[in-house]
């Protein structure tokens, strides 16, 4: 067997020429790509950052809920000696109780209603749909691309001619009806993601309808009929064009409560933050309570 050696070509002076080495060419045009860990901080960083300037307006509501009037205005500091003047005054000049058992009323109310009409629709949209079954849910979806002043004198006559003017009763229809629409699309998605296997199983076992929505589709979509029941209730209880225009005294939720402290004098910063902060305190503590289970419920079906 030959063996070939190759010969290395020498220069003019006798002596090997050194090969030019490329790695620090190569590191100069290298992209620094920053480490796992290093874009995590960042990203927690930038999460932070967004959620305080989303947060900073209320903060600052409830910091000058504690301010008297006077520094309130004057002074915009966030130190300052805090007092529970405002909220004294609040108290005193109305009942925070009874909007508050308004809202909570009126709330949950419409929330059982939209659902004891939402779940049968969006059953039968989901598993017995018909040609109508789309044209029907973009009719519904367009409703909430009214504006409410267009629908407010036909309704306000409607309700004065059957008596629900500033009563708890037309608060949780109105706002029924308006959350409706919301709450037939979300549940008509989680239903369309059930597997309809199971369905027909039961169907199968000799289940009829009744029992297939008691025992098989309710506990299936338990997680996404939970969210949007809270979603319901939060909408119902921030709304307050309809509570501000069918409402006086007896029926007020507590966005009536708020809108009160406005007059023709002009606005008293530090108690209409009190009472802001009274009226979102429930509805904050709520939804820090049941932020697991709303978000369980949006991502319902997500992953497969």
């Known amino acids: 067997m030959t063996t070939y050696k190759t010969k290395q070509a020498l220069p003019a002076d006798g002596q090997l020429a050194s090969v030019p080495d490329d790695s620090a060419a190569r590191a100069r045009h290298t992209p620094l790509i920053p480490s796992a860990g290093v874009r995590r901080v960042w990203l927690t960083l930038l999460g932070w950052g967004i959620a ?4 900073f307006p209320i903060l600052w509501m409830v910091l000058t809920g504690f301010k008297t009037e006077a520094e309130a205005i004057a002074d915009p500091s966030l130190i300052f000696t805090p007092t529970l003047e405002s909220y004294i005054a609040v108290q005193a000049r109305a009942d925070y109780f009874k909007f508050a058992l308004n809202s909570v009323v009126v709330a949950f109310g419409s929330t059982l209603l939209a659902l004891a009409i939402a779940i049968p629709s969006a059953y039968a949209m989901a598993f017995l749909p018909t040609k109508r079954t789309k044209g029907t849910l973009l009719w519904m979806l367009s409703t909430k691309m009214l504006p409410p002043v267009g629908v407010l004198v036909p309704i306000y006559l409607i309700f004065r001619d059957f008596g629900l003017l500033d009563t708890r009763t037309g608060l949780v229809i109105v706002y029924t009806l308006m959350n409706l629409p919301i709450v037939v699309w979300m549940l008509y998605t989680f239903f369309k993601d059930l597997p309809r296997d199971i369905l027909e199983a039961g169907r199968m076992d000799g289940a009829n309808t009744f029992q297939e929505v008691i025992y098989l589709l309710l506990p299936l979509t338990l997680p996404g009929i939970a969210s949007t029941g809270l979603l319901s209730v939060i909408l119902s209880w921030n709304e307050a064009f309809w509570s501000l225009n069918l409402t006086s005294s007896n029926a007020a939720p507590l966005t009536a409560y708020i809108a009160s402290f406005s007059s023709p004098e002009g606005l008293f910063w530090a108690k ?31 992953v497969k």
């Open 272 to 302: 209409l933050s009190a009472a802001s902060t009274m009226a979102i305190a429930p509805i904050l503590i709520f939804g820090w309570l049941t932020q697991k289970q709303m978000v369980r419920g949006l991502t319902f079906g997500a």
């Open 52 to 55: 305080l300037i989303i947060f």
